[in-house]
Structure formats: C-alpha cells, structure tokens
C-alpha cells in the first residue's frame, strides 16, 4: 500500500481565499484523523471520523473550517475564508480500529499551508 | 481534561548514550503512542501500547498503568536518532469509545557523534 496520502503537499495562499485539502486513507482502514501542527501549539486533534462518520470535532477551531468524509476512501478539510493565522502542517493519519480499540496510527507526509 | 506531560523538553546526549525519555497523563486511557518526527519531516509512529512493554530494534517502550506513566528508551543511541519524539494518549469514554489523540508537546533530541 502507499499509505496515507495527502494532497497539495504546500500550499500558498492569500488571506480570505478558500483552501481545500485532501487525504487519501491506507485502504481498510475505518478511522481517519486531521491534525494541525504549529511552532507554539505543538500537534492538536482538529477532528476525527469512525467509518466515514465524524466523531469529535471539538478541535476544529471555529466555522471557518470543515472537514468530510464522502467515502471510506477519501477527506477534505476546508478552510473558508482562509487567515494567517491557520498558517500550520496539516496531517492526516488513519488507523484500523477493532471492537472500539483503536489501532496502529499511519500519517500522511502532512500539508505545509501558509497564508499571507 | 487529559493533561500529557513529558520531560525532558529538550535532550542532547553523545552516541552510544541510553536514552529515557519520560511520559506522564492524568486519565485513565485505552492506549498511549510514540511517535517520531525527524526535522521537517512527517509523523511516524513507534509503539502504540496499552500495557506492558514492547520492543523494536534499540526502542523500548513501558507503561505503567496504575501510575499513568510511560517511558521510552533508545539503547546505543545514534545520530540518525536525533528527532522529536512525541507521545499522544487516547483516552477511555466511559461509553468506552476512544478519543483522538492528546498529544504531549515533544522531546527534542539531539544525539552528537
């Protein structure tokens, strides 16, 4: 398998702009992570989702962002309008989770968004 | 709230060191993981444990449940061993689902040769 992959791998835009990532998870597995990684805050959860259905998304900031998992095989998580401050790696991890226990986490190489 | 403290922040030793690197969490969890982020690089994950020990190459990682506490050793350390190492912890709902990841705020290691 090619494992978890994310799409774009940077990303430069102007503040107010929509920005789209993407992940692509290890095929069979049923949970799927977006996590945000900055210089201060260190790595935090944004949202996660078991079986394509989301399951906390207390960590996703504020209205501004989304996140959707339309198939076991593919996320999206916006950012509309976009700010300077969202400027941060983005990853994606998936797992295979088995009766309620999670599994082995395997991130994506992470989205490097900068906003001006 | 789950707390994740680990220590030390910032560790540079000499090759050949052994290396502890220590973990601390304040709820009770249904899994802990080590992972490893080289600079610039991405996330990959070491050891995910619920109890016990495990062992891969010259990584050992415990944990000690009652104590809410793990660590993470790396025998005959070399300079290829220089990264951040992160621990993240899952906790247990009493619903028993898991949660998604606290993470602790990284050991930086630098291994000199």
């Known amino acids: 398998d090619a494992g978890v992959i994310q799409s774009p791998r940077h990303e430069v835009t102007e503040m107010g702009q929509e920005v789209t990532l993407r992940c692509k998870p290890i095929s069979g597995h049923n949970s799927l992570f977006w996590y945000r990684q900055t210089m201060m805050r260190g790595l935090e959860l944004l949202i996660y989702f078991n079986n394509n259905v989301p399951i906390d998304d207390s960590g996703m900031p504020e209205d501004r962002f989304s996140a959707k998992m339309p198939n076991a095989s593919f996320s999206t998580l916006k950012i509309q309008p976009s700010e300077p401050r969202d400027s941060a790696v983005y990853f994606c991890a998936s797992s295979l989770a088995r009766w309620g226990f999670p599994g082995e986490l395997f991130f994506g190489e992470g989205s490097r968004l900068t906003v001006l | 709230k789950n707390e994740v403290e680990q220590s030390p922040q910032n560790l540079t030793a000499q090759e050949g060191e052994f290396i502890t690197i220590n973990c601390s969490y304040s709820?009770?969890?249904?899994?802990l993981h080590w992972l490893q982020q080289h600079p610039g690089g991405g996330i990959v994950s070491l050891f995910m444990?619920?109890?016990g020990k495990k062992k891969h190459g010259r990584l050992i990682a415990t944990i000690n449940i009652q104590e809410k506490h793990s660590s993470l050793h790396i025998t005959a350390s070399h300079p290829r061993d220089s990264a951040v190492y992160i621990c993240a912890v899952r906790a247990m709902y009493s619903g028993g689902g898991a949660d998604g990841l606290t993470f602790g705020k990284g050991t930086h290691l630098i291994i000199q040769p």
């Open positions: 709820v009770g969890i249904s899994a």
């Open positions: 444990l619920s109890s």
